[in-house]
């Protein structure tokens, strides 16, 4: 069973329409769960780091949210720069700290 | 601050031979991580330095072994190289190895093998 998991694999939005990317995690003892952004080619780009249920962390066009089993990455307004694949990870006790990404989500924003 | 370099960008391989793929940090982190990336498999962890001296296994060790040169350098050899090893290959530094700080990535190396 994987331990992290987003939805959708892909996400296909126009301009200004407005979504939410989901990360689940069935880990226990989470200690952090981290944003990043991929562009095509080049190496993950670090976003937020949630810590606990009910924090909320914002940058631009994106706010990160964090409950017990979950966190969303909301994409208000979105504009085509926004399109990479984003992906989350999740450190926890279990894992002896070392982190455990997801298989990330393709967002791609047409104009 | 260069962040995390990598070397080489791009390197094709035939079966059974053998290569290092370089890293280092200039953010004087202590953790440093070697992963690679597969379509639809998201980031998988190959090995990890937690401190200078230190290396340790993740989850995909296999046909790998690595070196913690310094504190700024850590490197993934292929001994003999097989066509499953085809990947992205990505660098990574944390400030420790139980801190919930973020790890900063390298560009990657494009590694194909025929």
């Known amino acids: 069973e994987d331990q992290v998991t987003q939805s959708p694999e892909a996400l296909r939005l126009q301009e200004g329409e407005s979504s939410s990317l989901n990360c689940s995690y069935t880990v226990s003892g989470l200690r952090g769960l981290f944003w990043y952004r991929q562009d095509p080619g080049k190496g993950p780009e670090f976003l937020f780091t949630l810590y606990s249920a009910g924090e909320e962390k914002e940058k631009e066009r994106l706010k990160a949210t964090l409950t017990k089993k979950e966190s969303f990455l909301h994409i208000t307004a979105p504009k085509p720069e926004d399109s990479a694949t984003y992906l989350c990870a999740v450190q926890a006790e279990e894992y002896g700290n070392k982190l455990v990404f997801g298989a990330g989500t393709i967002l791609r924003v047409k104009s | 601050n260069a962040g995390v370099t990598q070397t080489p960008k791009f390197q094709v391989l035939k079966t059974g031979q053998s290569m290092t793929l370089q890293c280092a940090q200039d953010?004087?982190?202590?953790?440093m991580y070697w992963y690679r990336q597969d379509p639809g498999m998201g980031l998988r962890l190959i090995y990890y330095s937690a401190s200078e001296g230190t290396t340790d296994k993740g989850e995909v060790p296999n046909g790998y072994n690595v070196s913690r040169l310094n504190k700024r350098e850590f490197s993934l050899r292929l001994e003999s190289a097989a066509p499953s090893q085809t990947s992205v290959y990505f660098c990574?530094?944390?400030?420790?190895?139980?801190?919930?700080?973020?790890?900063?990535f390298g560009p990657g190396t494009r590694l194909t093998v025929t």
């Open positions: 953010m004087n982190h202590n953790s």
């Open positions: 990574a530094s944390r400030e420790g190895p139980t801190s919930i700080y973020e790890q900063y």
